[in-house]
Structures are given as structure tokens and as C-alpha cells.
Antibody, heavy 118, light 108 residues
Framework: EVQLVESGGGLVQPGRSLRLSCAAS????????MHWVRQAPGKGLEWVSG????????GYADSVKGRFIISRDKAKNSLYLQMNSLRAEDTALYYC???????????WGQGTMVTVSS | QSALTQPPSASGSPGQSVTISCTGT?????????VSWYQQHPGKAPKLMIY???KRPSGVPDRFSGSKSGNTASLTVSGLQVEDEADYYC????????FGGGTKLTVL
């Protein structure tokens, strides 16, 4: 069964850092682009970042560029999001998603909640 | 990275057809064949319904179809069923990926 399981969310103060993880199973992880997509409470979806199948191409939304870093570990079948200088507006449910090409997301995890508040 | 424009709501009766629009610009929808549509039920993760404008992933009913004309993409749901009631989001590639604001589809 193809599965993505996110972890690492929680309550963090503004300006602090947090690292999200996404464990993938049921498919050849290294063959696919992977993404992070977030959804603020009661709001719509926002693409955060994506990384191509061999980390050759990485992209970020303007809202997180310079603060967030995406990475992947083939040996651990895992995707990561290092989030630095967190702001209140980063509060959201963060989904890990498997890429269909680099332009669509065909498998989603259940998300991990990040709350930035003092 | 401006968001794509979707109507906030749409509705139809069981068995009817409904079309949801997604308007972008010549820099995103108008320039690429990379429009996707996602269905999200309350408290659930989104589900891919259409990719590359009109392609359906395995398992998605053929009642769901996608199209594009100029800078506007559309999702049509034919033969509406109660379980189609959900939020629908479009997405397009534009040097990065951008979503629409979402449309709440109500099946009356």
C-alpha cells in the first residue's frame, strides 16, 4: 500500500525552528518528485516546496523562500522540511505529497499540524 | 505567484451536471498544460481527480472531466452524486505551483 506519514509538527514560538518529516512506503521513493503543501485552518491549499526525484530541482513558494529548506533521504525513504524563522502565518496543517510529474500530487499524507504562537 | 481564481461555491441536484471554473493568466494556465484538480472532504486529505488538464487517475469515475480554454480551466462533474459534495481546488504550474482558492460544491 502506498503511504505517506508526516511527523514533527507541534507548537513553536515565533522565530524558532521546526523540522518536519515524511516517511514514504509502498513505492520506489527515489523515482518521484515530492512536495510539501500546507493548509491554514479554514483556508485553502498552498504549495510550499517541491524536490525532484534526484534532488536536481528544488522550488519554494515566495512566502517561505529563504526560511524553509526541503530535502530527501533515499536510504530512509524520507522527505524533510526544515522550517526556520517561523511566523504566525506559517500556522497550518502540513501535507506531504507524492508528485505525479513535478506538476501534480497523486498521493497525500494525513498531515502534521504546525502552530506558531507565543 | 498569484492564486488562481475559483468561484467560492457551486451547487447542483443529484443527477445534474455542474462546472467549476478556474481562471489564471497567460503565465500559468494559459501557458502550460499542467492543470490539476483536487477533491477534499471535511477533515480529509485532498485527492487528485484530474491532472494535465483532462487526464483522470486510475479509480476516478469518468463523471469527472477537465478542460481548458485560454486562461481558464474547468472541472465538470456529471451525474452528480451526494458523495461529490466537497471542496474542489485547481492547481497550475507557473514556474512554481499555485492553487485556486477552492470551490465548495453542494449537492442539493
Amino acid at each position: 500500500e502506498v503511504q505517506l506519514v508526516e511527523s514533527g509538527g507541534g507548537l513553536v514560538q515565533p522565530g524558532r525552528s521546526l523540522r518536519l518529516s515524511c516517511a514514504a512506503s509502498g513505492f520506489t521513493f527515489d523515482d518521484y518528485a515530492m512536495h510539501w503543501v500546507r493548509q491554514a485552518p479554514g483556508k485553502g491549499l498552498e504549495w510550499v516546496s517541491g524536490i525532484s526525484w534526484k534532488s536536481g530541482s528544488i522550488g519554494y513558494a515566495d512566502s517561505v523562500k529563504g526560511r524553509f529548506i526541503i530535502s530527501r533521504d533515499k536510504a530512509k525513504n524520507s522527505l524533510y522540511l526544515q522550517m526556520n524563522s517561523l511566523r504566525a502565518e506559517d500556522t497550518a496543517l502540513y501535507y506531504c505529497a507524492k508528485g505525479k510529474g513535478f506538476h501534480a500530487f497523486d498521493i497525500w499524507g494525513q498531515g502534521t499540524m504546525v502552530t506558531v504562537s507565543s | 505567484q498569484s492564486a488562481l481564481t475559483q468561484p467560492p461555491s457551486a451547487s447542483g441536484s443529484p443527477g445534474q451536471s455542474v462546472t467549476i471554473s478556474c481562471t489564471g493568466t497567460s503565465s500559468d494556465i494559459g501557458d502550460y498544460k499542467y492543470v490539476s484538480w483536487y477533491q477534499q472532504h471535511p477533515g480529509k486529505a485532498p485527492k487528485l481527480m484530474i491532472y494535465e488538464v483532462s487526464k483522470r487517475p486510475s479509480g476516478v469515475p469518468d463523471r469527472f472531466s477537465g478542460s481548458k480554454s485560454g486562461n481558464t480551466a474547468s472541472l465538470t462533474v456529471s451525474g452528480l452524486q451526494v458523495e461529490d459534495e466537497a471542496d474542489y481546488y485547481c492547481s497550475s504550474y507557473a514556474n512554481s505551483l499555485v492553487f485556486g482558492g477552492g470551490t465548495k460544491l453542494t449537492v442539493l
